[in-house]
């Protein structure tokens, strides 16, 4: 079943055209990586897919129904069902750690306050950092294990769907590596389908099973991931040479 499909999706602000006609799709446990660089309309079309955003045009579907023409009920039902690891991880600094995972089950009444401990308890294990961390605060934490907390709280609700926006973002080399292998264990794990948002090709290639190139507001090429590399088009090889061109040759 397909779990997410984007239909000829359409933004502008002002004479600015940031997406042209998007058309993607993805499929319950199937990874799509939507690569592209800076400005490209690339958080632009997240905002939209997340209901941030309204489209000047085109249509939404999630597990079959487009979310423009559902009540407010059906469409929470639908996002309980979606997890989400923001740029920066986002999370809430007067919060603790355990308070930050626990934050989704606790608001949509999964479960009560009083179990919310126990509950981050299992979820920090899952992406690796030690149960000491549970009661410090976002700011005690380095940019990395902030990531990884993010992580926990994205899979927390077990959802069917996760989005990844820049996940490895100002992070070194090697924690890069470990975000991708934590994101890589816990949606194979879920049997969820994701989508990440990135500009960084080597942890595109490490999580996803299709990239879809974004240039200009459109879909300049998409493919399976281990295909990217034969790419003929001019753009593509740009990006993959890291080439600072300003203009496609």
């Known amino acids: 079943m397909i779990a997410l499909e984007v239909k000829n999706i359409w933004k502008s602000f002002g004479s600015k055209h940031v997406l ?17 660089g800076s400005g490209c309309g690339k958080s632009v079309l997240l905002r939209i ?9 085109g249509s939404i579907f999630l597990w079959g129904k487009d979310i ?18 923001f740029q920066h991880s986002a999370l809430f600094d007067s919060l603790t750690v ?3 995972i626990a934050f989704g089950a606790i608001a949509s009444k999964k479960i009560i306050r009083k179990e919310g401990y126990d509950f ?22 380095s940019g990395g294990m902030q990531k990884r907390v993010g ?14 926006d820049e996940p ?26 994701s989508v990440t948002i990135t500009h960084d090709l080597i942890s595109a290639k490490r999580v996803g099973d299709r990239v879809a190139m974004l240039y200009e507001g459109r879909i300049l090429w998409e493919g399976a991931i281990d295909h990217i590399d034969a790419c003929k088009d001019p753009y593509v090889r740009q990006f993959l040479e890291a080439r600072c061109v300003d203009k496609v040759l």
């Open 68 to 85: 423009s023409a559902i009540s407010d009920a059906e469409r929470r039902a639908l996002m309980i069902k979606i997890g989400m690891l």
């Open 120 to 141: 981050a308890k299992k979820f920090v294990e899952k992406i690796g950092l030690d149960v000491s961390v549970l009661s410090l605060f976002p700011t005690d934490l």
């Open 151 to 164: 992580l926990a709280r994205a899979i927390a609700q077990q959802p069917s769907l996760i989005f990844f």
């Open 49 to 57: 897919i997340l209901g941030m955003l309204k489209p000047d045009k």
């Open 98 to 100: 355990w308070e930050n």
């Open 168 to 193: 490895t973002t100002g992070l070194d080399p090697l924690m890069c590596r470990l975000i991708d292998d934590l994101i890589l264990h816990n949606v194979r794990s879920l049997k969820a389908a």
């Open 20 to 36: 042209q006609g998007v058309n993607l799709s993805v499929m319950e446990g199937e990874s799509l990586v939507i690569l592209g």
